[in-house]
T-cell receptor
Framework: AQTVTQSQPEMSVQEAETVTLSCTYDTSESDYYLFWYKQPPSRQMILVIRQEAYKQQNATENRFSVNFQKAAKSFSLKISDSQLGDAAMYFCAYRSADSGAGSYQLTFGKGTKLSVIP | NAGVMQNPRHLVRRRGQEARLRCSPMKGHSHVYWYRQLPEEGLKFMVYLQKENIIDESGMPKERFSAEFPKEGPSILRIQQVVRGDSAAYFC???????????FGQGTRLTVV
């Protein structure tokens, strides 16, 4: 079974600075997807960024980028120019790319609470 | 195109009562997934349904929990005889096809008193 580990329960960053959230995962599969979700106080789960394991290039979405290290099974999220609206829980998630059973399931880490200091 | 709609947003039940959580998927989506988020935890998969069919309920507790997705109307997650440990946020997600990206609703926070 796949597991996702986020070792930082809480992080803080000064507004306009850069912060990196860590995520490691364990899998025996070679093809899969990795995601970062943001959960603000409203509780809505918002997809921030996704990475296909077969792509070597790291995904970017505006101020959000990832550092995907497949051999190390590491998938960190970098937030540049942090804004007050970035304050939220951030969840790392894994999904198999195998079209068989279970590939629709997302496996989540426990989350990192990010605070942004004005 | 409205997003995934869940209601109620908050639900309070006394121990032993029944809880019914509703999920209307995005228009055109026929695949629905339910997840549970316990306090201080990430979301955990419960069940996957297509219209009128349960595809995978491997994450559902064996007793008291059931889910349905009828031909007409929303998907329903039903918890009978609720206990304090059922207090959690329950999220629904939907997708147009299997194995494609799912979009989440805002969740229902169930509190059992």
């Amino acid at each position: 079974a796949q597991t996702v580990t986020q070792s930082q329960p809480e992080m803080s960053v000064q507004e306009a600075e850069t912060v990196t959230l860590s995520c490691t995962y364990d899998t025996s599969e070679s093809d899969y997807y990795l995601f970062w979700y943001k959960q603000p106080p409203s509780r809505q789960m918002i997809l921030v960024i996704r990475q296909e394991a077969y792509k070597q290039q790291n995904a970017t979405e505006n101020r959000f980028s990832v550092n995907f290290q497949k051999a190390a099974k590491s998938f960190s999220l970098k937030i540049s120019d942090s804004q007050l609206g970035d304050a939220a829980m951030y969840f790392c998630a894994y999904r198999s790319a195998d079209s068989g059973a279970g590939s629709y399931q997302l496996t989540f880490g426990k989350g990192t609470k990010l605070s942004v200091i004005p | 195109n409205a997003g995934v709609m869940q209601n109620p947003r908050h639900l309070v039940r006394r121990r032993g009562q029944e809880a019914r959580l509703r999920c209307s998927p995005m228009k055109g989506h026929s695949h629905v997934y339910w997840y549970r988020q316990l306090p201080e935890e990430g979301l955990k998969f419960m069940v996957y349904l297509q219209k009128e069919n349960i595809i995978d309920e491997s994450g559902m507790p064996k007793e008291r929990f059931s889910a349905e997705f009828p031909k007409e109307g929303p998907s329903i997650l039903r918890i009978q005889q609720v206990v304090r440990g059922d207090s959690a946020a329950y999220f629904c997600a939907s997708s147009p096809l299997a194995h494609t990206e799912a979009f989440f609703g805002q969740g229902t926070r169930l509190t059992v008193v």
